[in-house]
Nanobody
Framework: QLQLVQSGGGLVQPGGSLRLSCAAS????????IGWFRQAPGKERKRLSC????????YYADSVKGRFTFSRDNHKKLSHLQMNNLKPEDTATYYC??????????????WGKGTLVIVSS
């Protein structure tokens, strides 16, 4: 059974840092494109960062470029989102996702349960 278990959220002051983690199990990690999204209250879910398998570049939304760093460890089946210089507008529920790039479920996107990040003084 495919699982994405998230950890690392919490309350942080403006300017602070947090690292979100996403531990995968139950599927061939290498065959899935991993991405991070967030959803603020009353707003739609937006993609923050992901690894683009077409050109092997990491995509970052403009709102987090230069502050957030995406990483993935295929051997450990882990992905991290390092978030620095956090701002109050970064307050949201953050989601890890895995989208199949091959096999019978190609194109299917799976989600972690989300982790809440609150940036406030």
């Amino acid at each position: 059974q495919l699982q994405l278990v998230q950890s690392g959220g919490g309350l942080v002051q403006p300017g602070g840092s947090l690292r979100l983690s996403c531990a995968a199990s139950g599927f061939t990690f290498d065959h899935y494109a991993i991405g991070w999204f967030r959803q603020a209250p009353g707003k739609e879910r937006k993609r923050l960062s992901c690894f683009n398998t077409n050109d092997n570049n990491i995509y970052y939304a403009d709102s987090v470029k230069g502050r957030f760093t995406f990483s993935r460890d295929n051997h450990k089946k882990l992905s991290h989102l390092q978030m620095n210089n956090l701002k109050p507008e970064d307050t949201a529920t953050y989601y890890c996702s895995a989208m199949s790039t091959m096999g019978p479920d190609v194109g299917m996107r799976y989600w972690g349960k989300g982790t809440l990040v609150i940036v406030s003084s």
